[in-house]
């Protein structure tokens, strides 16, 4: 958190809030649902692709403080398998979108050693986005800092069947078909997030009460925040609170809270969701 404090000075809210936030008890994986990007710019009388240009900078943003904070991953939705029924014109412009993030933010994230993965279908994006963000994942393969997944194409109904297909298809391939049993490590090991933790955190701007296809595998414990805020009006501050929100719930999963404290994932998911610190 170190880091953070950093970019602040006392005299801001932030600071004040960040001072709040137990550096012990931070959430290891967020997840975001970054919404609202049309209502944003139709509020403004501007076409809806402004309000994913005014997207990109909440994006940098939320980056750069997860990875100051000490968060260990991060994923962002960014495009559906849903999203490609959306006019021609504004699915172009995400792709363009995506590809002006990685060429300006590629040195920021190799300086700071965070590292980016692409989750999804991403064989279906047209090329140069494919090759650009192929590139942008290979040149940050070695960092370890920060994780930033950035899910696209993605459809999480199509990770589980993408995951027990990899499952069958090991077993297939190491002559164990028969005598394969499928259980929740085994659907674990084969997500796109394999090796990560679960998110403890979900974020939901624009206010909708949804999880729209998004780790529905993974987000099984995971605490929600959902705020009115329009992504493009999303900044360090909220992200702040949404932490500190986080840190007040009482995560009980499934089980009853011990007196004096909550009881850890890890004590009752031994081996399920790959936590691997
Ligand atoms: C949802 O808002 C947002 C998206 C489908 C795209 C998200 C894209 C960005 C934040 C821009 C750039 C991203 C990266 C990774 C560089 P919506 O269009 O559904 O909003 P609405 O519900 O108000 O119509």
């Known amino acids: 958190m170190k880091a953070l404090f950093e970019v602040l000075r006392p005299d801001q809210k932030d600071w004040a809030l960040a001072e709040a936030i137990d550096p012990n008890r931070l959430p290891a994986h967020i997840a975001v649902i970054m919404d609202g990007n049309g209502r944003w710019a139709k509020r403004r009388n501007l076409p809806r692709v402004a309000g994913h240009k005014a997207g990109v900078e909440p994006v940098r943003v939320t980056v750069e403080t997860c990875a100051r904070l000490g968060i260990r991953a991060l994923t962002l939705y960014a495009f559906s398998v849903e999203n490609w029924k959306r006019p021609r014109a504004e699915v172009d412009t995400l792709w363009r979108l995506l590809r002006i993030y990685l060429r300006r933010e590629l040195p920021n994230l190799r300086r700071n050693d965070i590292r980016l993965a692409a989750i999804g279908r991403v064989q279906a994006l047209p090329a140069q986005a494919r090759e650009e963000l192929e590139a942008a994942v290979q040149a940050t393969s070695l960092n370890r800092g920060l994780q930033v997944n950035l899910a696209i194409n993605y459809g999480g109904r199509n990770e589980v069947v993408d995951a027990v297909n990899a499952v ?83 995560r009980r999963f499934g089980g009853l809270s011990p007196a004096g404290g909550s009881p850890s994932r890890e004590s009752h998911f031994v081996g399920v969701g790959a936590t691997a610190r």
């Open 168 to 250: 069958l298809d090991e077993a297939r391939r190491k002559g164990r078909l028969d005598s394969l049993i499928v259980d929740d490590d085994a659907i674990a090991s084969h997500l796109y997030t394999a090796g990560l933790p679960d998110p403890d955190l979900l974020i939901r701007t624009s206010g909708e009460m949804r999880i729209s296809n998004f780790l529905l595998w993974q987000i099984a414990y995971a605490e929600l925040y959902v705020t009115d805020t329009l992504w493009p009006d999303f900044t360090r501050t909220e992200l702040l609170r949404a932490i500190l929100d986080y840190q007040k719930r009482d």
